[in-house]
C-alpha cells in the first residue's frame, strides 16, 4: 500500500491551495480517510476527514475554510484549504484507515496507512 500527496508549496496569507493523496494497492471505497499536519516542532494533528458513511469531519481550526472530498473512482482524495493563516504551515499527511470508527476518526492512532506528507508554507 502506498500513499502520495502532492500540491504542496509555497502560498501567501489569506491565499488558497489544493492538495491531493492518491493511493495504491488498496481502495478508499468503504473507508474513512483523513488529513493531519505536523508544524515544526509540534505535535501531529488531526485536519480533516471524509469517511467510509460519505460524511466529513473537521477541525475547528480549519472549519469553514477548509474542504475535503474524495474520488473513489480515481481513488484519491483531496483537501482545498482557502483563507490560508501562517498558522497552517506544517506538513500535510494523508492516512486511510480499514476499520476505523467514526468516534474515533480524530486520532491518528486509528489508521492504518500513510502518506509521506506534503509541506505547506504560508508565508508573505
Known amino acids: 500500500v502506498q500513499l502520495q500527496a502532492s500540491g504542496g508549496g509555497l502560498v501567501t496569507p489569506g491565499g488558497s491551495l489544493r492538495i491531493s493523496c492518491a493511493a495504491s494497492?488498496?481502495?478508499?471505497?468503504?473507508?474513512?480517510v483523513a488529513w493531519f499536519r505536523q508544524a515544526p516542532g509540534k505535535a501531529r494533528e488531526f485536519v480533516a476527514a471524509?469517511?467510509?458513511?460519505?460524511?466529513?469531519l473537521y477541525s475547528d481550526s480549519v472549519k469553514g475554510r477548509f474542504t475535503v472530498s474524495r474520488d473513489n473512482a480515481k481513488n484519491t482524495i483531496s483537501l482545498q484549504m482557502s483563507g490560508l493563516e501562517p498558522e497552517d504551515t506544517a506538513v500535510y499527511y494523508c492516512?486511510?484507515?480499514?476499520?476505523?470508527?467514526?468516534?474515533?476518526?480524530?486520532?491518528?492512532?486509528?489508521?492504518?496507512?500513510w502518506g509521506p506528507g506534503t509541506l505547506v508554507t504560508v508565508s508573505s
Open positions: 471524509s469517511t467510509r458513511s460519505g460524511g466529513t
Open positions: 492516512a486511510v484507515t480499514i476499520r476505523g470508527i467514526l468516534s474515533a476518526l480524530r486520532s491518528s492512532d486509528t489508521y492504518d496507512y
Open positions: 494497492g488498496l481502495s478508499f471505497r468503504q473507508k474513512s
